[in-house]
């Protein structure tokens, strides 16, 4: 139960840790180091590291190393840790988690689910939380905290992401880069509120856009059922917004739209960006 090797890589269990006396795990807590490299694990392990561990370190490549058997109590979160297991991020309070963090965050999470019945939802008393829901800290910073539902969402979406790491939503996600897809579909034309929900709304107009899309380049391939954001229909999108980038059609925004997410730009296979506001392309 305590080693998630298909996960996780295995580091052995640091010297700071003690029992949970029966107690059983019911959340996943979620800090910041303060620090980048391999000093964010080394020091875990650390002779003169005398009152600090963490279940789990998550790097900003979305690598996991596993520092404490989960049947083990951290000394991570004060009270809290006889209920809890941990991971300490790579990175500090004043940066975002990376897309690639934020995915392997959600592998945690979606693990704890599975073998304690840790619940996919932002919750301190039994989902995915951060340290400063528990103590008196800042940690894990303001961005990252903004972040905890993009972590619900990977976990309940497994995550798939495109070029750049952008999350490809289903019906019902509710995260920032859902944003960025309907900021594209306004663009296009789509009248959308950009509110980050991939509801009904933003699912009619993929269904309304793709539609057009494969009338346009007449095409005899099925439309989309508006379920979700594939990679091939997030291409398609991305193709769409190029194209009419460089011939000068692009809309709107219609009104205050709010953020376009991802800072406003879309990058086509690795090559091209679009910028989203304006509708400049370089590369």
Not at 8 to 27: C, E, F, L, M, P
Not at 203 to 218: G, M, R, S, T
């Amino acid at each position: 139960m305590g080693k998630w090797t298909d996960i996780a890589t295995w580091k052995g269990n640091t010297r700071n840790h003690s029992s949970r006396n029966g107690t059983d795990v019911r959340g996943f807590v979620v800090h910041t180091a303060n620090g980048n490299g391999d000093g964010v694990v080394n020091w875990l392990y650390n002779p003169d590291n005398k009152n600090t561990s963490a279940t789990f370190v998550v790097m900003k490549s979305g690598k996991i190393y596993q520092c404490l058997d989960t049947s083990l109590k951290p000394w991570t979160t004060g009270n809290s840790n006889p209920w809890t297991i941990s991971a300490e991020c790579e990175g500090f309070f004043d940066e975002p988690f990376t897309a690639a963090q934020i995915a392997a965050l959600g592998r945690i999470l979606k693990k704890a689910n599975q073998v304690y019945g840790v619940k996919i939802k932002h919750s301190k008393s039994d989902g995915i939380s951060a340290h400063r829901q528990h103590m008196s800290t800042d940690c894990p910073g303001d961005e990252r905290y903004a972040q905890m539902d993009d972590i619900v969402a990977a976990a309940k979406g497994g995550v798939t992401t495109i070029d750049g790491g952008i999350m490809l939503p289903d019906y019902g996600d509710k995260h920032k880069d859902v944003k960025y897809w309907q900021y594209m579909l306004d663009r296009l034309g789509y009248d959308l509120v950009i509110d980050g929900d991939y509801g009904a709304k933003t699912a009619a107009a993929v269904v309304k856009w793709h539609k057009d899309y494969l009338k346009e380049h007449k095409s005899t391939a099925k439309p989309t059922d508006g379920k979700s954001i594939s990679h091939a229909i997030a291409v398609e999108l991305q193709l769409d917004i190029v194209e009419k980038s460089l011939a000068g059609k692009l809309k709107g925004p219609k009104g205050d739209k709010g953020d376009a997410g991802r800072d406003g730009v879309a990058t086509v296979t690795g090559k091209v960006t679009v910028d989203l506001q304006s509708g400049a392309v370089s590369g």
